[in-house]
Nanobody, 125 residues
């Protein structure tokens, strides 16, 4: 059973910084993509940043230049550095891992999509 566990959330003042971490357990293969979504109260979950193997990281326009995503040296870890935080960045941040993997000798592939439980980030003004 694959599990993603986030950590690093908390309460910070506007302009402050945080680092979120996500570590996966239970997987025998490296994830194609790992990244972060967030969801504020009453809002839809939105993509914050995504790191896909072999591709340039993707960021939401609202966080470009302030947030940085990085895959860790350890297998299936991902970090998100949140700088110059604003009150509107307050949300529950969710780690996501997705892609596809070979499931048999014929080369058939199956998609996977895993989510963490989320970590709260609150930015006070």
């Amino acid at each position: 059973q694959v599990q993603l566990v986030e950590s690093g959330g908390g309460l910070v003042q506007s302009g402050g910084s945080l680092r979120l971490s996500c570590t996966a357990s239970g997987s025998r293969f490296n994830f194609d993509a790992m990244g972060w979504y967030r969801q504020a109260p009453g809002m839809q979950r939105e993509l914050v940043a995504m790191s896909t193997s072999g591709s340039t990281p993707v960021y939401a326009d609202s966080v470009k230049g302030r947030f940085t995503i990085s895959r860790g040296p350890a297998k299936n870890t991902v970090y998100l550095w949140l700088n110059s935080l604003k009150p509107e960045d307050s949300a529950v941040y969710y780690c996501n891992a997705h892609g596809s993997r070979v499931i048999n000798v014929e080369g058939a592939r199956a998609a996977y999509d895993y989510w963490g439980q989320g970590t709260q980030v609150t930015v006070s003004s």
